[in-house]
């Protein structure tokens, strides 16, 4: 099992709210009312890992490890929300959101396959991990500028977690769990496409369609969009980091060489073939 080490790991590895975060430091001066928007509109996101961790949960049932791990997971995501919200209930109380707007983005995800749903979160904190330290350099305030600096670490320390659940799936699993995660790498990954692609931003709810997005729920559904464009300003360069650590992983878990996106597209494909012709010759015997 994984999940006593890595909760030794996370345990030694986890700040104090009260005492961690520089909150004397606070200068109302140096955050804008735009800023403290976006800050609330974080905080809401964050607290969708309560309907993701029910996920997690239901389509994990035969996985206790995995679903001890959740414990921890969803204790450090709340978390984050909970410190966002802390900002603003020190400084900017009339930004705090509502519990009715925390609790819109709690909805049923639709079931889906647990390797390709770990692949997807594990892409997605490698990307929040660049998010976050976008996000501390745009902010010239120094007490959120140190939160989002905590809550990057935090979500790159998520990523390597996943990736060890990614690993253990490949020596249980073998060639079904290697062509889930390159599926869904090569969606990932794909820099035309991928600038907004995290598990928030994803359709997950066939019945509630259109409006079936953590994203779709917030009080201001367009703000990520936004936020990465025209005020954190997550650019080509910022992406290229998101994306090299994808796929610098991959390579790695995989035992491939992998440097583009092209490359895991090619693995993808060749793996599918490969999957194809062993289903048919299950079948022809």
């Known amino acids: 099992m994984l999940y006593p080490e890595l909760f030794k790991s996370l345990e030694a590895a986890r700040w104090n709210m009260a005492t961690d975060i520089p909150w004397d430091q606070f200068d109302r001066s140096l955050v804008s009312d735009e800023q403290l928007r976006t800050i609330k509109m974080n905080a809401v996101t964050e607290w969708s890992a ?7 949960l239901r389509d994990n049932r035969d996985d206790s490890d995995f679903s001890a791990f959740m414990s921890i997971w969803f204790y450090e995501e709340q978390k984050h ?35 390709e749903t770990l692949m997807l979160h ?5 990307r ?34 996943y990736l060890k659940y990614m690993r253990r799936a490949i020596e249980r699993l073998g060639d079904s769990a290697r062509l889930a995660f390159a599926k869904i790498g090569v969606l990932m990954a794909n ?6 692609l995290h598990p928030t931003n ?3 709810n066939k019945e509630m369609y259109p409006e079936d997005s953590v994203q779709s729920h917030l009080p201001d559904p367009g703000w990520l969009e936004q936020w990465l464009d025209t005020q954190i300003h997550f650019d ?10 994808i796929l610098r992983n991959l390579s790695t878990l995989l035992e491939i060489p992998i440097q583009s996106a092209k490359d895991l ?21």
């Open 191 to 196: 820099t035309k496409t991928a600038k907004a």
């Open 81 to 115: 929300a909970l410190v966002l919200m802390e900002y603003l209930r020190r400084f900017a109380p009339e930004y705090l959101p509502t519990e009715e707007e925390l609790h819109k983005v709690r909805f049923e995800f639709d079931p889906a396959p647990a390797m």
């Open 128 to 161: 929040l991990t660049h998010w976050y330290k976008c996000a501390a350099q745009w902010h010239s305030e120094p007490v959120i500028r140190s939160i989002y600096e905590v809550l990057s670490k935090d979500e790159a320390r998520h990523a390597g977690i």
């Open 236 to 245: 080509a360069i910022w992406e290229g980091k998101v994306i090299n650590g």
């Open 265 to 285: 597209s090619r693995y993808r494909k060749a793996m599918s073939s490969a999957d194809r012709e062993a289903s048919g010759h299950m079948a022809a015997g």
């Open 50 to 56: 309560l309907p993701a961790t029910e996920m997690f």
């Open 202 to 204: 994803l359709h997950v």
């Open 122 to 126: 594990f892409c997605g904190e490698i």
